[in-house]
């Protein structure tokens, strides 16, 4: 294995003496051939005190001990500890022949890939400096503020998507983007998405199911990798790599609530988020075993924002964030056999339990029984949520090959459940919560792969191949017969659990399919400047058959300071099985009225006599081409743009009415006023751009860090796709508002600009993000256009010892909230849709963070 060395040069300045406590550290990290390595992190051993290198590969740190020693590591790289002791310090830090120890950069399978040569962009963001400097605790928010081609948004008013926050990555569906956890494919969750502004109609994985307390760093890589990596990773790969640090606590208190400005009540806060976390690792023998775990508590209550001038009157009483708790515990390890040899398990657990308002049902509603609620009632959807994860595998080296050898298990079930409501058919003598049933999915895989670097061809060649097989589950289960079931057909009323009629019987299905995977890539150095790459991936699905996949790509240095890098790709994404097996009968609001809607499975009675086909496999074809470059001291610059076409996109149709000239009758006969299916109905074209321009520079006795970052991107729907006694009728199988939410998922742009200063014990962050307009279309099938909006967030620290450190701010300081519309008309029946910052408005909080 190809030897890497990592050469710190240092020089240390003082004004007073090299021994004083509160001396100024500064100092330069570069590799083996004398380049700037750029984000190495450098943390004064046994403080939280710790800064990261410029685009020079500068730093400067105001030490807080007498005599402090450094441990400097960048990803590729083995950390080191160094000593302050003198005018300058060489150290030269080696990885041994064996890869075993090496941090493998997600988009290659090369031992010796850093960040900074891949051909393809790829994010680091550090979760420690995240997580120290910015108010938010969840991933998905934590990414929301940080990643600009990352986009989500909590939900309301959204059934199940209330209670799992909808993620996107460069505008495109959430089951678009493949999620790894230490290279491991994550499983997804059993939701499928129906209502709300983003992801409907789509699957995808539950990010905050994982504490952002067990994470080290989350890798984003913003490019197709479906001939890498397999089915999903369409817009590109999230590979969430967790703590592996040893004989260090970590401990964090964190508290926060939002600004309520529109309120019903005299209440001047509420959202309080509430979250405790511990991490503690430990270090098995002299070869460099582990064991890292985390505990996680999380609660966070309702916001309220129903306090709007309505024309019209209120759609809902309660419109707002719902109350989720989130307990985890996760678990990283590894036990070494020998020197070139280990075993490696890790996963974890999450219980959620979230209470999500649905619509009100006012008192002279005839869904209202007023001898139970004189005054209406709104309706409380609970989730018990159970997540786990677990992999366990074998690495070893032999006769020059690298072998990782794995098993890994995730589950993911979604329980529904009832309270403050009705089944208005049983009258006066209704129960007022219901048990309305759920579903499962699940995935076993079991992979093998191998990898070998060959050094004396050319200037290097790592070879990659290996096989995946996958199982997975799918299961959705009734809840109990008063959720669902008309005790009195002929009174007119919609029988069942109101806000969310449980499923039923003939809901019920067990489905389950195999896949088998095999790829072979290659990453040759032709040159030192140039690097090929390329990937081929098969793959057989025993529910829809096989795909081809590839891959080519190539990074070519120009000069010292400027490198180009290019891709082309073929990929493809399965439909989820929730997607292909999901049948419901639900209530649906339209301008206010309850409307009784059947999504009917595909494959189904009722897709079948329509002539909907069976779901296939999407497929796409993605190119990007991009530079990085250092502009002089301090300055890095990265562009990326890209473009994917995505063909045969999975999508849920528009609803089709009980009035209906070819399916009205059929509908009539199942008693319901809609229908809706999932289709491979739509092509989709998106066009991009991604920019990062990157500053570090010393600023009095301080240091300035600064950034901007940009995501510019537009989405095409270039056809829509009909069938069977559908055909042709596009608008309607698949209309303008259906279009408007896919669209929306896709902002035209969101920039970041961030400003974080150092100096000594003290640290500010400012942050401004600039949320691009969205429009989408009303119930009257008028657009509603939110206007753009620029969130300012602020974060003052301060280090109360060498172990602790106090940190207060606000996001969204100066309370923005999207445009106002007519709660009657949006989507979630709310003054606002769930996009850009969201709809809660000014959040303050308060974090202490331990680090012994």
Not at 517 to 541: C, H, I, K, M, S
Not at 645 to 666: A, C, N
Request: include cysteine; proline fraction near 4%.
């Amino acid at each position: 294995m190809k030897q890497h060395v990592l050469a710190v040069t240092m020089c240390v300045v003082s004004a007073t003496s090299a021994f004083a406590q509160g001396q100024a550290l500064t100092g330069q990290v570069l590799d083996t051939n004398g380049r700037p390595v750029v984000g190495a992190t450098v943390v004064e051993k046994g403080t939280n005190n710790g800064t990261a290198t410029g685009n020079d590969g500068r730093f400067s740190l105001q030490a807080r001990t007498a005599s402090p020693r450094l441990q400097v590591s960048s990803i590729g790289f083995a950390t080191q500890e160094v000593e302050a002791t003198g005018s300058a310090l060489s150290v030269r830090l080696a990885e041994s022949t064996t890869s075993l120890g090496a941090v493998q950069v997600v988009g290659s399978r090369s031992q010796n890939r850093s960040v900074t040569d891949s051909p393809s962009p790829v994010d680091i963001i550090d979760l420690r400096e995240v997580t120290t400097k910015t108010g938010q605790l969840d991933v998905n928010q934590l990414l929301q503020f940080v990643a600009p081609s990352f986009n989500s948004n909590r939900q309301t008013g959204s059934d199940g998507a209330d209670h799992v926050d909808p993620a996107t990555l460069r505008g495109l569906g959430p089951d678009q983007t493949l999620v790894l956890v230490n290279g491991k494919r994550q499983h997804q969750s059993a939701l499928v998405n129906l209502f709300g502004s983003r992801g409907r109609g789509n699957t995808g994985t539950d990010l905050n199911v994982i504490p952002a307390a067990s994470i080290e760093r989350i890798e984003i890589l913003r490019d197709g990798a479906a001939a890498q990596y397999g089915s999903d990773a369409i817009a590109g790969v999230i590979n969430i790599v967790l703590k592996s640090s040893v004989k260090e606590l970590t401990a964090s208190v964190n508290y926060g609530a939002y600004d309520a400005k529109y309120r019903r009540d005299d209440e001047k806060f509420d959202g309080g988020n509430f979250n405790a976390n511990l991490n503690y690792g430990i270090g098995l023998g002299e070869k460099g075993g582990f064991v890292n775990a985390t505990l996680d508590y999380n609660k966070r209550e309702h916001t309220q924002r129903a306090a709007v001038p309505a024309p019209d009157g209120l759609a809902r009483r309660e419109y707002g964030d719902p109350e989720v708790s989130n307990t985890s515990a996760y678990l990283n390890s590894k036990f070494p056999l020998s020197d070139k040899a280990h075993v490696y398990v890790f996963g974890g657990y999450n219980k959620r339990k979230g209470d999500a308002y649905a619509w009100t049902r006012f008192a002279d509603d005839d869904r209202n029984v007023p001898a139970i609620y004189p005054n209406g009632f709104d309706p409380i959807i609970t989730s018990n949520i159970d997540d786990a994860s677990a992999v366990a595998g074998v690495r070893a080296t032999i006769s020059g090959w690298d072998f990782d050898l794995s098993n890994n298990f995730g589950s993911n079930r979604f329980h529904y459940g009832l309270r403050n409501t009705l089944n208005a058919t049983l009258g006066a003598a209704s129960p007022k919560s219901f048990d309305a049933g759920g579903f499962q999915l699940q995935q076993d895989v079991v992979s093998l792969g191998a990898s070998r670097n060959y050094t004396t061809v050319l200037n290097g060649l790592n070879l990659a191949a290996g096989a995946e097989f996958r199982r997975e589950w799918y299961k959705l289960f009734a809840g109990e017969e008063a959720s669902y079931k008309n005790y009195d057909p002929e009174s007119g009323v919609a029988g069942g659990s109101q806000g969310f009629p449980g499923f039923q019987p003939t809901d019920e299905i067990k489905a389950d399919r195999d896949n088998f995977g095999a790829y072979v890539d290659a990453e040759l150095n032709v040159t030192p400047q140039w690097l090929l790459a390329g990937a081929v991936r098969f793959e057989n699905y025993s529910d829809f058959g096989s795909t081809f996949n590839y891959k080519a790509a190539t990074r070519y240095n120009l000069t010292e300071f400027l490198t180009l890098r290019g891709t082309y790709s073929t990929g493809f994404r399965a439909p989820s099985l929730a997607q292909i097996n999901f049948n419901s009968t639900f209530t649906n609001f339209i301008n206010g009225e309850p409307i009784e809607v059947l999504l009917a499975r595909n494959n189904s009675a009722v897709t079948q006599k329509l002539g909907i086909p069976s779901l296939k496999q999407e497929t796409s074809k993605n190119a990007s081409l991009g530079l990085t470059s250092r502009l002089g001291a301090g300055f890095s610059l990265t562009l990326d743009g890209y473009y994917i076409k995505v063909e045969d996109r999975v999508v849920l149709t528009s609803q089709f009415s009980s009035d209906d000239p070819v399916i009205g009758p059929d509908l009539q006969a199942l008693n319901v006023g809609q229908a809706q299916f999932f289709a491979n109905a739509a092509d989709t074209r998106s066009l991009g751009l991604d920019v990062v321009l990157s500053h570090s520079a010393s600023v009095g006795k301080g240091r300035l860090n600064s950034s901007l970052a940009a995501n510019f991107n537009r989405l095409r729907i270039d056809r829509v796709r009909t069938s069977g006694r559908l055909a042709g009728r596009d608008e309607e199988f698949f209309g303008a508002r259906e279009q408007a939410f896919v669209k929306a998922s896709a902002p035209k742009s969101k920039i970041n600009l961030t400003f974080d200063y150092q100096l000594g014990r003290f640290g500010t962050l400012v942050r401004f993000v600039r949320f691009d307009k969205v429009q989408l279309i009303d119930w009257d099938g008028a657009p509603m256009n939110y206007e753009a909006r620029v969130t300012t967030d602020l974060t003052l620290s301060y280090a109360l010892t060498n172990k602790l450190q106090f940190s207060v701010g606000s996001s969204n300081l100066f309370n923005k909230y999207p445009t106002l519309f007519n709660p009657q008309l949006t989507e979630t029946g709310g003054a606002w849709d769930p996009v850009q910052m969201g709809a809660n408005g000014r959040y303050y909080f308060a974090k202490l963070q331990a680090r012994f």
